[in-house]
């Protein structure tokens, strides 16, 4: 019972660096959400995807961020030009697919921890 | 987005049942309610949810009020696995560009510790 997979679990790029985070979703969604949660903060909706589109990217900070969820292959979310305040842990979701409903269920990986220095 | 209040922390003695309280009292008629809990370290695992009536599963049962403005997670016997943080979240169908979907909002939620 394969969950939703997220790799690296722990990245360490120096200030500058670009950070690629993974996220493969369960088998047969087909929809993915990330996630940030800052140390001692709570949990941040970032962007939610489906295959090859971005339908809310709200939570994304204007520049340096990007995602992309294609055809074939896992969800990424891109960092560009880290910065010490990016060092948090980022966490991906998926849900199966039925839009317009708040009743399924989204499952989350384990996250993958970002500290820059 | 509708906004939950729940409780800063709570402790509970292991073995014994456990009721962490949530109001919503913005509540609309189409908002589930969905319950998370995050262990230290790792992501936010799913409890429960529920639109209406009281639900159960293996994990805990939710109590939901008839008016819906308050639900209570239930935890039957706390063991001490179950020291998390707990989310009680109201799901949002939202209108993102021509596109609906129910989105996840987290508070700051309940921490529970759980003494042996």
């Known amino acids: 019972n394969a969950g939703v997979m997220q790799n690296p679990r722990h990245l360490v790029r120096r200030r500058g660096q670009e950070a690629r985070l993974r996220c493969s979703p369960m088998?047969?969604?087909?929809?993915v959400y990330w996630y940030r949660q800052l140390p001692e903060e709570g949990l941040k909706f970032m962007v939610y995807?489906?295959?090859?589109?971005?339908?809310?990217e709200s939570g994304m900070p204007k520049e340096r961020f990007s995602a992309e969820f294609p055809k074939e292959g896992p969800s990424i979310l891109r960092i560009q030009q880290v910065v010490r305040g990016d060092s948090a842990a980022y966490f991906c979701?998926?849900?199966?697919?039925?839009?317009?409903?708040?009743?399924?269920?989204?499952?989350f990986g384990e996250g993958s921890w970002l500290t820059v220095v | 987005d509708a906004k939950t209040t729940q409780p800063n922390s709570m402790e509970s003695n292991e073995e014994e049942p456990v009721h962490l309280p949530c109001n919503h009292s913005t509540i609309s008629g189409t908002d589930y309610i969905h319950w998370y809990r995050q262990l230290p370290s790792q992501g936010p695992e799913y409890v429960i949810h529920g639109l209406t009536s009281n639900v159960n599963n293996r994990m805990a049962s939710l109590a939901i009020a008839e008016d819906r403005k308050s639900s209570t997670l239930i935890l039957h016997r706390a063991t001490l696995r179950d020291a998390a943080v707990y989310y009680c979240?109201?799901?949002?169908?939202?209108?993102?560009?021509?596109?609906?979907?129910?989105?996840?909002?987290f508070g700051q939620g309940t921490i529970l510790t759980v003494h042996p």
């Open positions: 088998k047969g969604h087909s929809h």
């Open positions: 995807l489906q295959k090859e589109n971005i339908i809310d």
């Open positions: 979701a998926s849900s199966p697919l039925r839009t317009g409903y708040g009743g399924n269920t989204i499952y």
């Open positions: 979240i109201l799901r949002d169908v939202i209108d993102a560009g021509g596109t609906s979907y129910g989105k996840l909002t």
